[in-house]
């Protein structure tokens, strides 16, 4: 059974990137500015009416921050919350859970050779996970992983190409596979990952695929349109536009069938 099928609509998510326990604008994840305050950051995004809020821990430390995860407790707010960053273990989930997180995503765990993956998906359900893959394309047009975002990826990652890259994630436990442009990731406008939409590379996948990484509205808008796309998520630009996400739902209810439907939060 394709797990596509578990989620139904397709989803507007505003990314908080957060490192040091502070927000901010990433490019390119090598260099960052201050994007303002975590609390606030996630009132207005619930305020914006988005699909879910993802706030991911650019920190690269391999744990949980404490202080991100008190503000995520003091701030209520009614939109799915998704998290990742640092996430190791099923008690890295439970507390996650206890202030309030949604769903998760993963990236270095889901290339460990161990079964703490598997471990949290029996917990919390596969439809409960996405998997982050930072990715590129080769001046040849192949999918290549962009093994230098990832700080504890193992040695064998690196010689992975594509097709195996692919063929690793479909066996996974985890419902979303969120492909990131890693060289045009902060850089609106600047997505260079459109040549996947053609072929039986996504559909091989067999999970929903959410974009994230230099998307303009044209962009993200015409990704929504693709069967395989259940999701885009917009980053730096919740910063600077405050109707980024309701400019986006005018331009696809104007030019996509694409049915965008607000979930709340039980």
């Not at 996650?96 to 161990?114: S, Y």
Request: charged content about 20%; hydrophobic content about 45%; some cysteine.
């Amino acid at each position: 059974m394709c797990l596509r099928t578990t989620l139904n609509f397709k989803r507007l998510i505003g990314l908080i990137a957060v490192k040091d326990a502070q927000v901010v604008k990433s490019y390119g994840y090598s260099f960052w500015r201050p994007g303002g305050d975590l609390a606030t950051c996630l009132r207005n995004l619930d305020r914006w009416l988005v699909d879910e809020i993802a706030i991911v821990d650019i920190s690269r430390g391999g744990v949980l921050d404490e202080r991100v995860l008190e503000t995520i407790r003091r701030t209520p707010i009614s939109t799915p919350l998704v998290y990742g960053g640092g996430i190791r273990s099923e008690v890295d989930v439970q507390r996650l859970l206890r202030v309030g997180c949604d769903r998760f995503i993963v990236e270095e765990l889901a290339m460990e050779p161990n079964d703490s993956l598997q471990e949290i998906a029996d917990m919390v359900g596969v439809q409960a996970l996405t998997v982050s893959v930072p990715v590129g394309l080769t001046l040849g047009g192949r999918l290549r992983l962009s093994t230098s975002h990832m700080q504890f990826a193992p040695d064998w990652v690196a010689s992975l190409d594509g097709a195996q890259a692919i063929e690793r994630l479909a066996q996974l436990p985890v419902a979303e596979v969120m492909l990131i442009d890693a060289a045009a990731e902060g850089f609106a406008g600047s997505f260079s990952l459109g040549p996947m939409l053609q072929g039986p590379l996504l559909e091989s996948l067999g999970r929903g695929v959410i974009w994230f990484g230099g998307l303009g509205q044209d962009q993200a808008a015409h990704l929504l349109s693709h069967p395989a796309t259940v999701a885009v998520a917009i980053g730096n630009g919740n910063l600077e536009r405050e109707l980024a996400f309701g400019d986006l739902r005018k331009r696809l209810s104007r030019g996509t069938r694409t049915n965008l439907v607000r979930s709340v939060r039980r």
